[in-house]
């Protein structure tokens, strides 16, 4: 049989006469498909993206349902307890109303807890976007272009040498006021303490994404495209970013893990958002005068931290796992 009829019967998927049905190519599976199935396999990671999106929508979801103001002071009915306390308290003074208890003004704790997480999440999450986008834009510049890297790196560190949290309370201290001034109590402290936050938590992550970086730009596919005169704006956006997806993903994780907590600290040392406007921390601050008598408020606001913040650990780790090539698919 010559090249032709071979190149013929190919062509017409006959062998000896006998049409042979194609053999259907495999479906291509999804990159982000493997990565949710390692993910599953992290039973932890799995948990904690649970309880996450469960903390999400009782934040975000609850006060719809349960609309009580969670500033309306209520003094008849002040220093109610939880439901569970009339277990081991038979004198516990308790409310189906109240299925949280209230403070000693007579605030209710689950509006407030869903108030203040609201607001918590939502420092968390803004400020570590801010700090994802500095480190990434940094770490990028520094593992891209030799030139500048030793100036980004050392700048790098000199933050990184700085502490966290004094500076935080210089920045607070300074700033609130006029701040609190130009944009609102609300907003103004908003403004200041995702930017304090964002602006003192993206040095881990400049320092992963230019090692990675500094690796990939030293791969075949990317001096394959430099040798065309791929121009460097196009060269990171096109081949360098999404080979650092992994990392930075990981890093937005802890990030946000970091940035609940160091809220929730200004908040507990008072310099956080206003009394009238509830944060987990606040609300933690709050209940400390009164633990002994009623532990629950602490408990709950400090449950709510702990949790949140370890279901957030837990989805970094199942994500390190799922988006590394090495440990995806065994």
């Given amino acids: 049989m010559t090249d032709r009829d071979i190149h013929a019967s190919a062509?017409?998927?006959?062998?000896a006469g006998n049409p042979v049905a194609p053999v259907p190519a495999e479906s291509?599976?999804?990159q982000w498909r493997d990565v949710w199935d390692q993910f599953k396999t992290h039973k932890g990671a799995v948990l904690g993206l649970f309880f996450l999106t469960f903390i999400t929508l009782f934040c975000i979801a609850g006060p719809w349902i349960w609309s009580i103001d969670p500033g309306a002071l209520d003094v008849r009915n002040k220093d109610v307890r939880p439901i569970y306390t009339a277990i081991w308290d038979g004198n516990a003074k308790v409310s189906w109303a109240r299925p949280m208890g209230t403070d000693n003004l007579g605030r209710d704790l689950m509006a407030n807890l869903m108030q203040g997480g609201r607001i918590s999440l939502a420092v968390g999450w803004t400020a570590m976007i801010l700090a994802i986008l500095i480190g990434t834009l940094i770490g990028v510049l520094a593992g891209y272009f030799r030139a500048i890297d030793g100036l980004l790196m050392?700048?790098?560190d000199l933050v990184l040498a700085l502490?966290?949290?004094p500076l935080l309370l210089v920045m607070m201290l300074l700033f609130r006021d006029p701040l609190r001034a130009s944009f609102g109590p609300e907003q103004g402290i908003f403004i200041l303490v995702v930017t304090g936050i964002g602006i003192t938590s993206w040095m881990q992550t400049a320092r992963i994404v230019r090692g990675d970086v500094?690796?990939?730009k030293e791969r075949e596919f990317v001096l394959a495209a430099r040798s065309i005169g791929t121009p460097a704006r196009r060269m990171i956006t096109r081949h360098i970013l999404p080979n650092v997806l992994s990392p930075i993903m990981v890093s937005a994780t802890l990030g946000l893990a970091v940035?609940?907590?160091t809220e929730s600290a200004l908040s507990f040392l008072g310099l956080g958002f206003p009394s009238d406007f509830p944060t987990w921390g606040k609300i933690l601050n709050d209940s400390v005068p009164r633990m002994t008598s009623f532990p629950e408020r602490v408990v709950l606001?400090?449950?709510a931290i702990s949790l949140t913040v370890l279901s957030v650990n837990y989805i970094g780790d199942g994500l390190r796992d799922a988006l590394d090539p090495r440990i995806r698919g065994m």
């Fill in 301 to 303: 606001p400090g449950m």
């Fill in 214 to 216: 500094m690796a990939i």
């Fill in 259 to 261: 940035a609940i907590i």
């Fill in 163 to 165: 502490p966290l949290l």
């Fill in 154 to 156: 050392r700048f790098t």
């Fill in 11 to 15: 062509d017409n998927l006959e062998i």
């Fill in 28 to 30: 291509a599976r999804s």
